[in-house]
């Protein structure tokens, strides 16, 4: 039985994410730092910016116990920006004119309006609504130009942060500093976490190991979830003191049932993974339909340039031949989607970027390509250090995109495979 | 005023979304959706698969007046998946197994074991209760394993769609035709849209035209959405019969007011407009910090081997002028971070892979290689045609993967710029 002391919601405002037209990030963000605090999350609610609904919300919030109450958006320099004022009224705080915050943002517009050659006066008369503060909340510095505020509401606090992503997360950490949410937050015991990340494991398959671990292990006091995606299966469990024993025989559990497709017990992604086993050697890639996916995603992080030598995309055969010397003569044989062309793309890479580690792609990404033979779906993955190289050519589910992706993170798992010498099943 | 005959909502279920490990993709889709046939949407839930949280946000929707509720997911077969229990409840009709519906996921299951060698009956015994279904509900096909169900409640109607996006998108067609959807849509007014998306406009500067505008024509029966996205400013119109003109003059004022930086009319990426724009001409790129975003980018289309001849992926000096003859004398005079190294790695581009357009982009994705001259988040872009190019070298604003996403939609509208023969500001 987990203990919760502290339940939160988060409340993501803004019609553009009701449109459809963005994808909400804040929701997602902010509801794992409340779990990670220990903070119960009972959802995610994204409304419009209709005052009624947002109100609405607040207040069925408030009749399930909710205890903290994060918001994002509405806090713009527009008519439709309303949240402080609805947030305010729900709390029975007035707005005020916090002129030291006035004073705040005037800075930092004369500074945009410098920097991009806006007119200040139509910024200023536009902003001026954002340093209005509900009586007796604490507001917090802007990274915009939007102050975010922490607003006792009886027994609830609600967090008011802006929509940009970047500032949200920027102001977060002053948000729960702030008196209400920090007096709040203390009452939650932060949660410890085991994230493990299998590859090449069906989802039946872990929930029968799930179930026999549970057969000799007590697991209640772990609050296990799984998700699988893009065939990688990542399991977090969140537990509380004195469940560290049953969090432990989880993991080893796994461990012996799943052995190398268990490629993290930190969270860790696979890329972070590849990128240590490297372990000072380079590499390079060679890339067709994934055009340029995988050399992204090994380059997220900053301080690639260490290990990353380059990439290329060669679409057409000629662009295989020339750039990668891929024998014409085995594209014509074996058509431009084989093992061996495959195979020839990684030792190009290495080739051409002098590279220790070369990876090579060329797959039917779709819609259209596919044969009987050769489906939509199916890639060719090599992976190659001089003197060894593994090969694979599944046939990958889903549209475009979707094999893309799982090429990417196929190749990145092939990878991981030949620099720990290890075969995997499939 | 618009006149609103049918309210609805979307309730996400999955703990996975709720810790912050998955984005959301259903809430956004089915929104989008809903809203194009005339519902109005008034929100996105994303509860865990609590039972009592789902029900009391279903509770909360009918208190609302909400007509039309579409879940996703919850139709799994671990004993966590309770949806068409939970709504069954809510809409007082028991679970009855549909033995038709039984025997359609047991023919699926057999060839999903055969396909990937799993044991057939550990996954016919987690799966027979995906078969169950409310009284009277309609069940749905399933695109994987889990069917639908188009839920009658009372005055609502509960569409229960499975949580793997493919097969929510897979199966939505049929839930919206099946008789309870069907006739509850009926009574909504399909919006006409109008979507515009602009280029290098402030949102100070839209809503100042968007005041002038309105300042001559009546808008009101117009809902405006505008979201500024990675430097692009995306306005969705919605509109009702009879508004057309409204709409209309709204388009003249913007397009008016901002000429060339309207993009789109039609709410087409820019990506789509630029290879529109190509008209049977071929382009390579050369990306050093963008690391294959753009080569990515313009290929997520089918068919863009027609158009797209390749990428390098140049992230040393040395691959610079290995692939694409940048004199090393150059870089070592300006910098790899240069205008004139950008443009000398797309016309290296437009040589290496034969192509009519060429694109180079080099520079600091950061959060480090920042200098006083050149900060975190310089970026130079050179986008060439045989005779011609367009350079820009601005400072673009957040982290690392916002300046690398940031700097491809810069690349592609320098590509739109150039193949117009337009000079854009800045």
New interface residues.
């Given amino acids: 039985m987990i203990v919760v002391n502290v339940r939160g919601a988060v409340l993501v405002t803004g019609?553009?994410?009701?449109?459809?037209?963005?994808?909400?990030?804040n929701?997602?963000?902010i509801?794992?730092?409340l779990?990670a605090l220990g903070v119960e999350?009972?959802?995610?609610?994204?409304?419009?910016d209709r005052p009624e609904?947002l109100l609405?919300?607040l207040e069925?919030l408030r009749g399930?116990g909710i205890d903290l109450v994060v918001t994002s958006g509405g806090l713009g320099?527009?008519a439709d920006d309303l949240t402080a004022e609805v947030v305010g009224r729900f709390a029975g705080r007035p707005l005020r004119l916090d002129e030291k915050m006035e004073r705040t943002i005037e800075a930092i517009l004369a500074e945009f309006a410098r920097r991009?050659n806006?007119?200040p006066e139509?910024?200023r008369t536009?902003n001026r609504k954002q340093a209005m503060v509900p009586e007796g909340a604490v507001p917090i510095d802007p990274v915009g130009t939007a102050p975010g505020l922490v607003v006792p509401a009886g027994d609830q606090v609600v967090i008011v942060l802006p929509g940009p992503p970047?500032e949200l997360q920027g102001m977060w950490e002053n948000a729960i500093a702030a008196a209400p949410a920090r007096e709040m937050l203390a009452r939650a015991e932060p949660y410890q976490v085991l994230a493990l990340r299998l590859f090449a494991v069906?989802e039946?398959?872990l929930?029968?190991s799930l179930r026999e671990i549970g057969a000799s292990t007590d697991l209640s006091a772990l609050e296990i979830?799984?998700?699988l995606?893009g065939g990688e299966l990542?399991v977090?469990v969140r537990y509380r003191d004195g469940a560290e024993d049953a969090a432990a025989a989880l993991r080893a559990g796994l461990v012996e049932r799943h052995g190398p497709c268990v490629f993290s017990e930190t969270g860790q992604s696979v890329t972070d993974v590849v990128v240590g086993l490297l372990d000072g050697r380079t590499i390079a890639?060679a890339?067709s339909c994934?055009?340029?996916?995988?050399?992204?995603r090994?380059?997220?992080r900053?301080?690639?340039?260490a290990y990353?030598?380059?990439?290329?995309?060669?679409?057409?055969n000629?662009?295989k031949a020339?750039?990668l010397g891929v024998p014409a003569e085995l594209i014509a044989r074996t058509g431009a989607v084989s093992t061996e062309v495959a195979e020839a793309m990684a030792d190009g890479a290495i080739e051409?970027?002098?590279a220790d580690i070369g990876v090579g792609i060329t797959g039917i990404a779709?819609?259209?390509g596919g044969t009987q033979d050769k489906p939509v779906g199916y890639v060719c993955i090599s992976a190659a250090v001089r003197g060894e190289r593994r090969t694979r050519d599944p046939v990958l589910p889903?549209?475009?995109?979707?094999v893309?992706e799982r090429s990417v993170t196929a190749a990145l798992h092939l990878v991981r495979n030949l620099l720990l010498g290890e075969q995997l099943p499939r």
Same sequence: chains 1, 2.
Wanted: contains cysteine; proline residues 5%.
């Fill in positions: 019609t553009e994410v009701l449109s459809g037209a963005t994808r909400d990030r929701g997602p963000w509801s794992q730092r779990g999350v009972e959802g995610i609610h994204q409304v419009g609904d609405a919300t069925f399930r320099p527009t991009f806006f007119d139509s910024l536009a970047r069906p039946s398959e929930a029968a979830t799984t998700c995606r990542e977090d890639v890339e994934t055009s340029g996916l995988l050399a992204a090994l380059t997220e900053p301080g690639s340039s990353f030598m380059g990439g290329v995309v060669t679409y057409s000629d662009a020339e750039l051409r970027f002098g779709g819609p259209d889903g549209g475009r995109a979707d893309r």
